[in-house]
């Protein structure tokens, strides 16, 4: 989180991710259901700021003193979704760490874009691993300033490489060498101008057919999801960055606050259209009374204008919610930024419920 431009009056913290404007970090773990996608809650979060005394070089601190450690302590946060029928831990490159493939829980399955060129134990490189074909894919490529969207075909080869225990980064109880599997997928004739999508992903799932190789890649493009939560928290919907608040401390304390709105925005964003989970996912299964009466006084007189889902499914309120936010039910469908709008208002109403039920004399029920 950078304040770069609006770090006046604030405490306690140090240097951003740029080294310079005042902020802190925020290291998430969002639950996401492989099958259908959407998000599931949040897991576990650390917030921390640098304190900028200087400390020992990298190479001689413990990879518990170091920050790298984070992702370990999120797969260990991971693990603790016992009732999941699978944990898969999806990173990006800066999760390409020795230490973390080695002391991954072992009921946990890891997939990491690859960072660096990894020696192997036959003495080759793993960029110039010999991978076997598995095929081709198409995915779709989101729309970027000067390029428009469109469908990528991608080549994909995967087989299985033993990494060798770097000279630096590991430690004495870190085996001497791992073995992962390694998808490599390269972008087939990209249109002219574009950069052709180019991934090497480590995993410890199988990839021993073209399906399974293209299930690992279909899993980690799920990354984009805590993007989109991080958007919510700040331009998309909550705005985070423009906050009064000034002390580390209660900065700290709002970003966590912040996240789990953010999460839940997202998780109602991702029921607008329907979904089979319910609203318990969101809110407490007390609440859906008062939520319910609410939701029937933003019923209109046509049939667009009703809501149709089921009553305590999370599409149900997510329907309550988009109203609450302004949409009228006809042109585009509610996004983040609605839902946000609708949820600060939905969680003042049903405050003043709450309020008002404890003043409530003993007894007696509000209808």
């Not at 972008?187 to 057919?209: F, M």
């Not at 599409?315 to 600060?344: E, Q, V």
Request: aromatic share 6%; with cysteine; proline share 5%.
């Amino acid at each position: 989180m950078n304040f770069s431009g609006r770090d006046r009056g604030r405490r306690g913290l140090g240097p951003a991710g740029n080294g310079k404007a005042l902020g802190f970090f925020i290291h998430p773990v969002v639950a996401v259901d492989a099958e259908d996608e959407a998000v599931l809650g949040l897991v576990d979060a650390e917030i921390w700021t640098r304190d900028g005394t200087p400390k020992a070089a990298r190479r001689q601190r413990r990879f518990e003193d170091k920050g790298s450690r984070r992702w370990l302590d999120g797969a260990a946060a991971a693990a603790r979704l016992g009732a999941a029928r699978q944990v898969i831990v999806v990173g990006d490159r800066e999760f390409d760490i020795y230490p973390v493939f080695a002391r991954r829980p072992d009921d946990v399955e890891l997939i990491t874009r690859v960072a660096r060129n990894r020696s192997l134990v036959s003495g080759d490189l793993v960029f110039d691993a010999p991978l076997e074909a598995r095929g081709e894919l198409e995915v779709a490529v989101g729309a970027k300033p000067g390029h428009k969207a469109r469908r990528a075909r991608l080549r994909l080869s995967a087989d299985p490489v033993r990494l060798a225990r770097p000279r630096n980064g590991a430690e004495g109880e870190d085996p001497d060498s791992l073995t992962l599997n390694l998808v490599e997928t390269v972008e087939i004739a990209p249109p002219k101008g574009a950069k052709a999508l180019h991934w090497r992903l480590y995993t410890t799932l199988a990839v021993d057919s073209a399906e399974a190789a293209a299930e690992v890649v279909r899993l980690y493009r799920l990354r984009w999801r805590i993007k989109e939560v991080f958007r919510v928290l700040k331009s998309a919907g909550l705005k985070l960055e423009d906050t009064q608040v000034e002390a580390a401390d209660r900065l700290f304390k709002l970003a966590a606050l912040g996240l789990g709105a953010a999460t839940r925005i997202i998780q109602l964003t991702d029921a607008r259209d329907g979904s089979p989970r319910p609203a318990t996912d969101v809110v407490d299964a007390n609440l859906i009374e008062p939520i319910a009466a609410i939701g029937k006084t933003l019923e209109g007189n046509t049939q667009r204008q009703k809501n149709h889902h089921p009553t305590g499914s999370l599409a149900w309120l997510a329907w309550i919610t988009a109203r609450l936010g302004g949409w009228n039910c006809y042109y585009k469908p509610p996004g983040p930024k609605t839902m946000a709008t609708g949820w600060k208002q939905l969680a003042a109403m049903l405050e003043g419920f709450i309020m008002a039920r404890q003043l409530m004399p003993s007894g007696n029920e509000l209808v």
